[in-house]
């Protein structure tokens, strides 16, 4: 079927509508890649073949006829409890359980969707209270989730399901009863800034729609590259027809025809749901020419990422696209003069353009009723680290950093204490714990030497070497870089080689000098963004945490016990008790017996030759029952 017009899609949109109405039960298995990594997709064939053996009526995709009462089994993007999956979530209930294996699914059956009965077991338990209700859990109590609200619930796959849900009523309502200047002015009276770099949406479609051009170019930046990030990846892979409802919202305003979503071959999940989502979009009539009869043209291509950080940089993506070596382009002119294809266009990234259609639906002043005065609406993070609930969540702008970590993300497990978060991935900084109360948004971030970035949240606890944070940041920034100008490609080399002199415990405090004048330099002449924030992980770490530099560099220690030529390890032999497992287990033989007897004991003692010693750790691994070894 193929909808030819606006009334079309309203009465499609309530006949779909009737047929969600008519599930009375919906299971909602996470398919999003960490639960797929677990499992799910297991459970979700095993969940279905059990309930056909029974004779339950299932819809595995919305019916279009109507039909009598049945139960809707689907796979949804991500619920955001990542470290508890497989997650399934039952409906009406609200009930999700954790953990959910092949071996659970009969008892799932039997008990809860035949007999309503809740499983304690799979619920999730903490301090002695069990949460049978997601929308209860503490994880999920303080988030506020607008851009994941469907993430979690409905089936990624189904147009049907989205458009029943009230999906393209924005596009719809743009289309038909807005102007190109009405839609950029809706965008920026609502405050919504690029969830990639923080530049206000509507002032960039404003520039894109006054330059005049005969064509005009969407492009959508999926290509997520920070490490320990997956907060695009989370909305391509569970709610991709968001995306591209925005970007048609977008190209309305510009008065383009085509689209490009760029996104991280890497992303397997997300390009088959993205490229399902484009072609069952353009099967009923949503993209390509003529839409609803209303002479609107628009359509959307794939194109996968190059594997290099560098094109998460605007221009170097585009040049990507293009078909060259991804590298960026000196600006101006900016892409929404000159952009793709050297043709004026509109560039964000997945989550801005996913923020669209609710803006258009509600209105700029519902967005803008969120968050603080300069920073509007909410933010997706990817929370990760020495954190109890690692996952993704969804919080308005200025949640402060303690709400985040001690609240949803649980605080720091093993009894350990907070030392710093890291946002903004290789180009961005550290909150050290005297910030813990900073409200998080794009200027109190930029204000303390950090930025936001796409939305990485690493949390360090006392166990971790800020010096170490540094240098693996930079690793992977000397490694990404693109090699185009001097002070990225031999300013962040120089850098590296000073980190790991102090690491080595070679440096003297004439180096830790160079190594700050250098990162200026390579923040203020570098070509793009991304060499240009290059230097702050480095920078933050001597802002908040200098005196473990020195420490490295003067005493040559380091303070978290990480650094490896600055470790040692010492047998107390008062407290040995001359069992030999750390002799036994050592890789290089470089523990030996000695001839002293510890009172009260019956063994010899042993000790550490540290002329052969490796510092591996594993002798401290073995004595844990004496508890004779330490490091130092």
Same mark, same amino acid.
């Given at each position: 079927?193929?909808?030819?017009?606006?009334?079309?899609?309203?009465?499609?949109?309530?006949?779909?509508?009737?047929?969600?109405?008519?599930?009375?039960?919906?299971?909602?298995?996470?398919?999003?890649?960490?639960?797929?990594?677990?499992?799910?997709?297991?459970?979700?064939?095993?969940?279905?073949?059990?309930?056909?053996?029974?004779?339950?009526?299932?819809?595995?995709?919305?019916?279009?006829?109507?039909?009598?009462?049945?139960?809707?089994?689907?796979?949804?993007?991500?619920?955001?409890?990542?470290?508890?999956?497989?997650?399934? !979530?039952?409906?009406?209930?609200?009930?999700?359980?954790?953990?959910?294996?092949?071996?659970?699914?009969?008892?799932?059956?039997?008990?809860?969707?035949?007999?309503?009965?809740? +499983?304690?077991?799979?619920?999730?338990?903490?301090?002695?209270?069990?949460?049978?209700?997601?929308?209860? +859990?503490?994880?999920?109590?303080?988030?506020?989730?607008?851009?994941?609200?469907?993430?979690?619930?409905?089936?990624?796959?189904?147009?049907?399901?989205?458009?029943?849900?009230?999906?393209?009523?924005?596009?719809?309502?743009?289309?038909?009863?807005?102007?190109?200047?009405?839609?950029?002015?809706?965008?920026?009276?609502?405050?919504?800034?690029?969830?990639?770099?923080?530049?206000?949406?509507?002032?960039?479609?404003?520039?894109?729609?006054?330059?005049?051009?005969?064509?005009?170019?969407?492009?959508?930046?999926?290509?997520?590259?920070?490490?320990?990030?997956?907060?695009?990846?989370?909305?391509?892979?569970?709610?991709?027809?968001?995306?591209?409802?925005?970007?048609?919202?977008?190209?309305?305003?510009?008065?383009?025809?085509?689209?490009?979503?760029?996104?991280?071959?890497?992303?397997?999940?997300?390009?088959?749901?993205?490229?399902?989502?484009?072609?069952?979009? !353009?099967?009923?009539?949503?993209?390509?020419?003529?839409?609803?009869?209303?002479?609107?043209?628009?359509?959307?291509?794939?194109?996968?990422?190059?594997?290099?950080?560098?094109?998460?940089?605007?221009?170097?993506?585009?040049?990507?696209?293009?078909?060259?070596?991804?590298?960026?382009?000196? !600006?101006?002119?900016?892409?929404?003069?000159?952009?793709?294809?050297?043709?004026?266009?509109?560039?964000?990234?997945?989550?801005?353009?996913?923020?669209?259609?609710?803006?258009?639906?509600?209105?700029? #002043?519902?967005?803008?009723?969120?968050?603080?005065?300069?920073?509007?609406?909410?933010?997706?993070?990817?929370?990760?680290?020495?954190?109890?609930?690692?996952?993704?969540?969804?919080?308005?702008?200025?949640?402060?950093?303690?709400?985040?970590? #001690?609240?949803?993300?649980?605080?720091?497990?093993?009894?350990?204490?907070?030392?710093?978060?890291?946002?903004?991935?290789?180009?961005?900084?550290?909150?050290?714990?005297?910030?813990?109360?900073?409200?998080?948004?794009?200027?109190?971030?930029?204000?303390?030497?950090?930025?936001?970035?796409?939305?990485?949240?690493?949390?360090?606890?006392?166990?971790?070497?800020?010096?170490?944070?540094?240098?693996?940041?930079?690793?992977?920034?000397?490694? #990404?870089?693109?090699?185009?100008?001097?002070?990225?490609?031999?300013?962040?080399?120089?850098?590296?080689?000073?980190?790991?002199?102090?690491?080595?415990?070679?440096?003297?405090?004439?180096?830790?000098?160079?190594?700050?004048?250098?990162?200026?330099?390579?923040? #203020?002449?570098?070509?793009?963004?991304?060499?240009?924030?290059?230097?702050?992980?480095?920078?933050? $770490?001597?802002?908040?945490?200098?005196?473990?530099?020195?420490?490295?560099?003067?005493?040559?220690?380091?303070?978290?016990?990480?650094?490896?030529?600055?470790?040692?390890?010492?047998?107390?032999?008062?407290?040995?008790?001359?069992?030999?497992?750390?002799?036994?287990?050592?890789?290089?033989?470089?523990?030996?017996?000695?001839?002293?007897?510890?009172?009260?004991?019956?063994?010899?003692?042993?000790?550490?030759? $540290?002329?052969?010693?490796?510092?591996?750790?594993?002798?401290?691994?073995?004595?844990?029952?004496?508890?004779?070894?330490?490091?130092?």
């Amino acid at each position: 079927m193929r909808i030819e017009s606006r009334q079309q899609l309203i009465e499609c949109r309530k006949e779909y509508k009737n047929a969600l109405d008519c599930q009375y039960k919906q299971v909602v298995i996470c398919g999003g890649s960490g639960c797929v990594a677990g499992g799910s997709l297991k459970v979700y064939d095993r969940m279905k073949q059990l309930m056909e053996e029974r004779g339950l009526r299932i819809d595995v995709v919305l019916q279009h006829e109507s039909h009598d009462e049945s139960i809707g089994l689907k796979h949804s993007g991500c619920h955001g409890f990542c470290q508890m999956g497989p997650l399934m !979530r039952i409906e009406p209930m609200g009930l999700l359980y954790i953990k959910v294996t092949v071996d659970d699914c009969e008892e799932i059956v039997e008990k809860t969707i035949l007999n309503n009965e809740v +499983i304690d077991r799979l619920v999730y338990h903490d301090d002695g209270e069990s949460y049978v209700r997601q929308e209860d +859990i503490p994880f999920y109590k303080k988030q506020h989730r607008v851009v994941l609200a469907s993430c979690g619930t409905s089936d990624a796959e189904d147009l049907d399901e989205y458009i029943a849900k009230g999906g393209y009523s924005a596009f719809e309502k743009a289309l038909f009863t807005m102007t190109p200047e009405a839609i950029c002015k809706e965008i920026s009276d609502s405050g919504l800034r690029g969830r990639g770099g923080g530049f206000p949406a509507g002032r960039k479609w404003e520039s894109v729609r006054r330059n005049v051009s005969d064509v005009k170019y969407v492009v959508c930046n999926g290509d997520e590259g920070d490490p320990g990030a997956f907060m695009d990846r989370s909305i391509m892979e569970g709610n991709p027809h968001s995306i591209i409802e925005g970007m048609m919202i977008a190209a309305l305003a510009a008065g383009s025809d085509e689209g490009y979503i760029y996104v991280r071959a890497e992303y397997p999940i997300a390009v088959k749901r993205l490229q399902i989502a484009i072609d069952s979009a !353009r099967e009923l009539g949503l993209l390509g020419k003529n839409i609803f009869d209303s002479g609107f043209d628009f359509d959307l291509h794939i194109r996968l990422g190059a594997g290099a950080f560098v094109c998460g940089e605007e221009t170097a993506l585009m040049t990507s696209i293009e078909g060259n070596r991804g590298e960026p382009r000196p !600006r101006p002119p900016f892409p929404a003069e000159k952009g793709l294809f050297g043709k004026p266009t509109t560039e964000n990234n997945v989550e801005t353009f996913a923020n669209i259609p609710q803006i258009i639906l509600h209105g700029a #002043e519902s967005f803008a009723s969120m968050g603080t005065e300069r920073s509007k609406g909410t933010k997706v993070f990817a929370l990760g680290g020495n954190i109890k609930h690692t996952g993704l969540v969804e919080i308005p702008m200025g949640t402060t950093l303690r709400e985040i970590v #001690e609240d949803i993300g649980g605080g720091i497990p093993n009894g350990r204490k907070f030392k710093a978060a890291q946002t903004g991935g290789p180009s961005g900084g550290c909150i050290p714990a005297s910030l813990m109360d900073t409200e998080i948004d794009y200027d109190n971030l930029t204000a303390i030497g950090c930025m936001m970035g796409s939305g990485g949240l690493i949390v360090m606890d006392d166990s971790n070497c800020m010096v170490d944070i540094a240098k693996f940041f930079l690793d992977f920034t000397v490694d #990404e870089s693109c090699g185009k100008c001097s002070p990225c490609r031999i300013g962040t080399r120089r850098m590296q080689e000073i980190l790991e002199k102090i690491i080595a415990g070679k440096a003297t405090l004439d180096d830790l000098d160079k190594l700050e004048e250098l990162a200026h330099y390579i923040k #203020e002449n570098s070509l793009c963004g991304l060499g240009q924030t290059a230097p702050n992980p480095v920078l933050a $770490t001597l802002k908040f945490f200098r005196e473990e530099y020195i420490a490295h560099i003067v005493d040559k220690k380091c303070p978290a016990g990480v650094c490896k030529a600055l470790l040692s390890f010492k047998i107390d032999k008062d407290l040995c008790i001359g069992c030999g497992l750390c002799a036994r287990n050592c890789p290089v033989s470089a523990i030996g017996k000695t001839d002293y007897i510890a009172e009260g004991h019956k063994l010899p003692s042993y000790e550490i030759d $540290t002329a052969k010693c490796i510092k591996c750790g594993v002798c401290l691994e073995n004595c844990k029952r004496a508890k004779a070894i330490s490091k130092g």
